[in-house]
């Protein structure tokens, strides 16, 4: 695996699983209430523990599996996800673990990160039945994996891409998940979700240095 | 007749719990103490198991929310399941909690899942079912139970065929998903294998019909108020296990009339021939006391001969509850030998034993 | 720590029934409808029996009060009574049918009664056995169960030792009755005579003792309030199962306190020595649900451990229950190897099956 | 059986178990409603209902055993009794049983019939634990069976006799049934099972003829 296998523009820095895990453990400790308080005005207000209970499980997964390659610490968040209850524990869970499986080597290439974000859309979009414009992680995962797709595109274009994306649910009302029921309620609040997405992405590119 | 009129003044409900977070391990803690011959709780991993796993047999696995109770933890035994996967109250548990259940119960002939219809619930399963089968090479399967008529699109006039088209989540799982464990359970214990035993939970599950009333909604425990509030001259119609509203409310009647408002429309969608026959559930939804359920069993069995059925099996009790609501599901499932033959199968389990 | 404060606001409580007058016997033809190879109704004489008479055995009969289910209907069955006697809700049994239920139940080797100590229940039994003994020749004993401490005038600082000299009622039945049922049902099975099992019952019963509390009492069907009402941070402690206050009121408090609440006084009263063994009882009152019932035996099972003693046997369910009263009730009976045997022996009734 | 048996004065009238039982139903019919609400306001209220539904049993136990003697016509009494609930149910069950045994003949004798009367207040006290002036039942039957017993006395000096002991219950309070639960609240209120025995030897000495 060198430089000469990559689509993408940037080279990942070195130890960027372990960062990127690290600093969303970090980042989502404090990020986790602002994001529980817009699902309690368009959702059923229990996104913030979900988060807070995800990442506290990461942190036990990180202490028994002490995790080295990409793809382990990647595990670790996914299992952490994946042990959380709600509508995003098992759609993170499941992200995370094709974000896990992107990597044949004990760092992913750019490429095979574009790939792994490209395979996480798809399973959300299996389990959650959400298309763009449903007002959910989806709208900003998506153009992410777009962004990512373009040939010589960074992670850092990528993150431009999710934050437009989770922008842009304020003004739409929601299709899926419990924000569906409130209907016209959930006009004018940003999807918790999506919102989500865009930090992780971000924490992404700030990872790859 | 019964109902004192007026507009229904407010219920307190407090539980016998600790910390409402601990309540459900704490209880599952309890089950097992009471039951160790039968069973044991694995706090780590977050299920309740058989005390002595069966060897080579198809394994069975179900699970759900609590607050069911019951229901699965303690249809957990010989002849019935092999793991019970418990969540939060009224909350799925979690694909990894549900993956490690489904490895732990393995004995080599696959795992069968059974899985009351519910998004989350249905979720979770299918990813534990993909790490099972992508990391440990557990061959797998599923049941979906989805009895509930009250949510049955092709019935209910509210359902806009659009939103049907849409993917719309189809009909609840609910008292039914006993009788699919508990022949399941009969199969699988006789030696039969995976796509055997999963055939026949779906041949359960495609018949059976249920349909449940409340004269009260259930507390969730740490609150004070009931899901939903009557007036003391309604009745909800149509109600799910989880404290949804339901399909209509209808004047506060008698109980033969109520129980006739659960079973004509059961007997409408089954189309059953004259001279067949049918296990009945009588199910109390929580604090729905003896003397009301047999009273009701008595108008069932009234109404299902009134059209030249037999009521072959006959399962009265609080099997599938939402907390303590106070209420009654109805679950008609017509049967042939062999489905009677399995049901008569021994069992023994907390709640079910002959 | 749950209790919504405040003063109790208004529950209002309608019942799943017809004519409230029909209820019992609408119930018990249900029932039997249910459990048609265990029990038949004989609505004529108002007593439910075994389908399958047992021949050449001690029969059991015991009754009471209707109300209590499962309680006695549901114990009827192989090993455990020969004939359950039901009353008007929470009203005595007629010594009528008291008498006819003893007739009927007769299988030549004699009759035991089992009878929960109440005025009404004490006098139409005693009737009863003199009717039989005089126009039948129906050879009889009794077991009189007084297991509840809250009523123990040697324990209760309210009782008047003038009154008890004046042959006060003594110690209410409640629920060791079951545990009396299952003892001696196993004793008659296996061939014992009346003497015998009758001798057994009355140690079963001179040894267990009982405690309840309740957060709400039970409503009588028909009516639309419950017997007593509480402030919402308020728990009754020393409830009897028929809508009696009880001894005390105590703040509300968690499952682990308020349970030590009852098993500290019955530990007291026991006297039991470092190292025995006790069947724990944890039955719900009527709309207590599995959830809590489990995480008050979790609560039994560490206060009688923390003694050094053993709980053997553990049931835990809803078996003597007070219509839909919330609230929960520890029997501990301490055991010797012959009483675990016979609680061991296989049972077949529609409550209790093993 | 004849005339020289007997050590009470009067002579039985032929059919005497026949017109009692007849004349009781007639009567409570008729009174059940005064003594109920003698009940309701000392007891629990119940003696109403449970005197209408023994004198139906009786009757109904009379359709069916198709009584001919005396001591068939009180055993139907006896019996509807027994069918019945409350303290009064079995109570006057065993009264009517002793008093349905009494007699060897066809009909009694007056002074099996007196003997019959001690042997009901007998059974009543065994069951009851009730003395004279615990304001109950036996504070009527206790003074009938005494004047019954003394030599020469009628089933009239007997009935007297009840009725001034069913009169004494009111300036007393209940020590015995439920009425002992109201306390002073009884006082003022006569005994309802005290009245009804007054009536019901006052039934026996007028069937007596
Ligand atoms: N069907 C779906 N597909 C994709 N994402 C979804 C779907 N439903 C909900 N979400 C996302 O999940 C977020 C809410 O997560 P959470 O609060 O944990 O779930 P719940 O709705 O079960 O309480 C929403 O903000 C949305 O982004
Ligand atoms: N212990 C007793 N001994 C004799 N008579 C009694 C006793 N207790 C009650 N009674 C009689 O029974 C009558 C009430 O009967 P009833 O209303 O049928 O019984 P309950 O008190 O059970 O409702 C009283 O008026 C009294 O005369
Ligand atoms: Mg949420
Ligand atoms: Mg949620
Ligand atoms: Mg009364
Ligand atoms: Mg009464």
Redesign the interface.
């Known amino acids: 695996m060198n430089a000469s296998d990559t689509t993408a523009g940037d080279e990942l820095a070195p130890g960027f699983g372990r960062t990127w895990t690290e600093s969303m453990i970090a980042t989502f400790a404090v990020e986790a209430a602002r994001l529980g308080e817009l699902d309690r005005l368009s959702g059923d207000g229990d996104f913030g523990r979900n988060l807070t209970s995800a990442y506290a499980r990461v942190e036990q997964e990180v202490a028994t599996a002490r995790p080295r390659t990409y793809r382990e610490w990647l595990t670790c968040v996914s ?1 952490g996800f ?6 995003s ?3 993170f ?2 992200f995370f673990r094709e974000l896990a499986r992107c990597a044949q080597g004990d760092e992913p290439t750019p490429a095979e990160l574009g790939a792994g974000l490209a395979a996480g859309l798809a399973v959300v979009q299996r ?3 959400a298309e763009v414009g449903h007002k959910t992680m989806v709208d900003a995962l998506s153009p992410a994996a777009d962004a990512l797709a373009v040939p010589g595109a960074t992670l850092r274009d990528a993150a431009a891409a999710a934050a437009r994306g989770a922008e842009s649910t304020s003004s739409i009302i929601a299709r899926r998940g419990r924000a569906s029921y409130v209907g016209e309620a959930s006009r004018g609040v940003l999807d918790p979700g999506a919102v989500a997405v865009a930090l992780i992405v971000q924490l992404a590119a700030d990872a790859a240095g | 007749m019964m109902a004192p009129s007026g507009r229904g003044e407010t219920v307190v409900r407090r539980s016998l719990a600790n910390d409402p977070d601990d309540l459900v391990a704490e209880a599952l803690e309890g089950l097992a103490l009471a039951h160790p011959t039968l069973l044991r709780y694995d706090a780590e991993h977050g299920f309740v198991a058989r005390a002595a796993p069966a060897p080579d047999k198809v394994a069975l696995v179900s699970g759900g929310g609590s607050g069911h109770e019951p229901l699965h933890a303690s249809f957990v035994g010989t002849g019935m399941l092999d793991v019970a996967v418990p969540g939060a109250v009224f909350a799925s548990p979690t694909a990894l909690q549900l993956y490690e259940a489904t490895r732990a119960a393995d004995a080599g002939r696959g795992v069968l899942h059974i899985v009351k219809n519910y998004t989350g619930d249905v979720i979770n399963f299918t990813i534990a079912r993909e790490l099972a089968d992508e990391d440990d090479a557990v061959a797998t399967e599923v049941v979906l139970v989805d009895d509930d008529l009250a949510t049955d699109p092709a019935t209910d006039p509210a359902t806009d065929p659009a939103e049907t088209d849409d993917g719309g989540p189809g009909r609840r799982g609910t008292a039914a998903v006993v009788a699919v464990e508990k022949i399941c359970g009969a199969a699988a214990e006789a030696g039969a294998d995976l796509a055997t035993v999963a055939a026949l939970g779906r041949r359960v599950a495609g018949r059976a019909r249920s349909m449940a009333l409340a004269l009260t909604a259930g507390t969730h425990p740490g609150e004070s108020r009931p899901a939903f509030e009557l007036d003391g001259d309604e009745v909800e119609l149509g109600v799910g296990i989880h404290g949804e509203r339901g399909r209509s409310r209808v004047p506060m009647a008698s109980a033969d009339e109520l129980t006739s408002l659960l079973v004509e429309p059961l007997l409408a969608s089954l189309e059953l021939a004259r001279g067949g026959g049918v296990v009945a559930i009588v199910n109390g939804l929580g604090s729905t006391y003896p003397l009301e359920l047999h009273v009701a069993a008595r108008a069932v069995h009234r109404l299902v001969t009134a059209q030249g059925l037999r009521v072959d099996r006959f399962l009265v009790g609080s099997y599938v509850t939402s907390l303590d609501m106070h209420g009654v599901s109805v679950t008609l499932l017509p049967v042939d030998e062999e489905l009677l033959r399995l049901w008569d199968a021994p069992v023994r389990t907390p709640a079910l034993t002959w």
């Open positions: 299992r994946l042990g959380t209850g709600g509508t524990g098992p759609l869970g499941m389990y959650g039945q």
